[in-house]
């Protein structure tokens, strides 16, 4: 099932509502949990600096 709650891209809250938020009036999304983490963020930077700089 898929959820119904939104959250506004501009002030963080949350509605029911699909088209914008009945606060502000910004833009809203299903809020997503993020697929990877800062520290595996942290990883690849880490990666890309060693193929930059190292062989
Ligand atoms: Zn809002």
């Known amino acids: 099932m898929r959820s119904l709650l939104r959250r506004c ?3 963080g809250a949350y509605t029911l509502s699909k088209e914008k938020c009945p606060r ?3 833009p809203v ?3 997503h949990p993020p697929k990877y ?3 595996d963020k942290y ?4 990666i890309l600096q060693k193929l930059s700089t190292g062989a």
């Open 37 to 39: 983490s800062p520290e």
């Open 43 to 46: 990883q690849r930077y880490r």
């Open 24 to 26: 502000c009036g910004g």
């Open 9 to 11: 891209t501009k002030c």
């Open 29 to 31: 999304k299903v809020p």
